[in-house]
């Protein structure tokens, strides 16, 4: 018997090439994917704000990258001895608000002008669950001039400061609706690929987890059935329907394991990426394994042989693709020079 329920995907009309920029923000599940295409050497802007979840902050952030906004310190605050954004992940907390303000502006400097050139955009949602700041609640947090109270990341700030609330389909879809709309004027040519996270969020509740993916989901499909240059990828219904089995997943059964995020990147690379890629995907693969190696002796002949053999194939594929950056790849096996 066959104890899996396999689904094809359909390859998409128009797929990614090494000569194309991708931006990619939202779940932690984009982090994964962000991985395997660096890996790859496509070139790459990963979570400019870092992990985001719900498709508020989302679009917020894109659109600040927009404007571009730049932070002042009206924009974050003070809590636990360290500054911290309402609309950013705590890698970009410092305990010197100028050390902030410095990471966050370099983050959105860049994600504006990689935005702006970009040719992909990956969108992974999270959790239609938002927090909405009580302003009321508290004088000791400035939520600064912002166009929502939700906020990105609670900072482990008190639950009673904030406002737990289900988006409604139709409250996602004007979020989305005005991304789109904003996207097409600043990125005229920019494609987007939107995917729903298969990642649980159980601190919701399974029953309230469920309901926070069928608003993302209906509202996702509504809006690629909408425009063109939209497309929908999956990743949450391959680890729900097709693998559907807590062995492929951590040990915490919310995350998806390596097996798991290889299979869908498998799956990514089948339906999403153009097939001009796959020849430098396989060369890459070996070197990426070249470069994991950890001899038994550094000073060997052997070695030093080895590197050396690996540096002039990074070598042949950086005269054969000179648009692709190998600079990390030959630094690492130079060592082999004599």
Same mark, same amino acid.
């Given at each position: 018997?066959?104890?899996?329920?396999?689904?094809?995907?359909?390859?998409?009309?128009?797929?990614?090439?090494?000569?194309?920029?991708?931006?990619?923000?939202?779940?932690?599940?984009?982090e994964?994917?962000a991985?395997?295409l660096?890996?790859?050497?496509?070139?790459?802007?990963?979570?400019?704000?870092?992990?985001?979840?719900?498709?508020?902050?989302?679009?917020h952030?894109?659109?600040?990258?927009?404007?571009?906004?730049?932070?002042t310190?009206?924009?974050i605050?003070?809590f636990?001895?360290?500054?911290?954004?309402w !609309?950013?992940?705590s890698?970009?907390?410092?305990?010197?608000?100028?050390?902030?303000?410095s990471?966050?502006?370099?983050?959105?400097?860049a994600?504006h002008?990689?935005?702006?050139a970009a !040719?992909?955009?990956?969108?992974?949602?999270?959790?239609?669950?938002?927090?909405?700041?009580?302003?009321?609640?508290?004088p000791?947090?400035?939520?600064?001039?912002?166009?929502?109270?939700?906020?990105?990341?609670?900072?482990?700030?008190?639950?009673?400061?904030?406002?737990?609330?289900l988006?409604?389909?139709?409250?996602?879809?004007?979020?989305?609706?005005?991304?789109?709309?904003?996207l097409?004027?600043?990125?005229?040519h920019?494609k987007?690929?939107?995917?729903?996270s298969?990642?649980?969020?159980?601190?919701?509740?399974?029953?309230?987890?469920?309901?926070?993916?069928?608003?993302?989901?209906?509202?996702?499909h509504?809006?690629?059935?909408?425009f063109?240059?939209?497309?929908?990828?999956?990743?949450?219904?391959?680890?729900?329907?097709?693998?559907?089995?807590?062995?492929f997943?951590?040990?915490?059964?919310?995350?998806?394991?390596?097996?798991?995020?290889?299979y869908?990147?498998?799956?990514?690379?089948?339906?999403?990426?153009?097939?001009?890629?796959y020849?430098?995907?396989?060369?890459?693969?070996m070197?990426n394994?070249?470069?994991?190696?950890?001899?038994?002796?550094p000073t060997s002949?052997a070695?030093?042989?080895?590197?050396q053999?690996?540096a002039?194939?990074?070598?042949?594929?950086?005269e054969q693709?000179?648009?692709?950056?190998?600079?990390?790849?030959?630094?690492?096996?130079?060592?082999?020079?004599?």
């Open positions: 018997m066959d104890f899996r329920i396999s689904f094809d995907i359909k390859a998409f009309s128009e797929r990614i090439q090494h000569r194309q920029k991708i931006l990619l923000t939202g779940s932690c599940f984009t994964h994917i991985k395997y660096t890996d790859n050497k496509f070139t790459v802007l990963g979570n400019p704000n870092g992990i985001l979840f719900n498709p508020v902050s989302i679009t952030s894109l659109l600040s990258y927009i404007q571009p906004k730049q932070y310190q009206k924009d605050f003070y636990n001895e360290s500054w911290h954004s !609309d950013h992940h890698r970009f907390s410092a305990i010197e608000a100028t050390d902030s303000l990471s966050i502006n370099a983050s959105q400097t994600a002008h990689f935005l702006k !040719d992909w955009l990956i969108i992974t949602l999270g959790s239609a669950f938002v927090y909405e700041w009580v302003e009321e609640s508290s000791l947090f400035s939520v600064g001039q912002r166009s929502t109270n939700v906020v990105a990341n609670c900072h482990k700030v008190p639950q009673d400061k904030f406002r737990k609330k988006l409604t389909p139709e409250e996602v879809l004007a979020q989305l609706d005005e991304l789109i709309y904003r097409s004027i600043f990125n005229p920019l987007i690929i939107f995917t729903i298969p990642v649980r969020h159980l601190r919701d509740g399974l029953i309230e987890n469920n309901k926070s993916k069928a608003v993302l989901i209906q509202s996702v509504t809006i690629t059935d909408k063109d240059k939209l497309f929908y990828f999956p990743a949450y219904e391959l680890l729900i329907d097709d693998l559907r089995d807590y062995r997943y951590a040990e915490d059964m919310v995350h998806p394991n390596y097996m798991a995020t290889d869908v990147w498998e799956k990514f690379t089948a339906a999403c990426i153009d097939p001009s890629a020849s430098i995907m396989k060369e890459m693969q070197i394994m070249a470069t994991r190696h950890r001899p038994f002796n002949t070695h030093r042989q080895f590197l053999q690996n002039e194939k990074v070598r042949r594929m950086k693709y000179p648009y692709i950056d190998f600079t990390n790849e030959l630094d690492y096996f130079g060592k082999g020079k004599t």
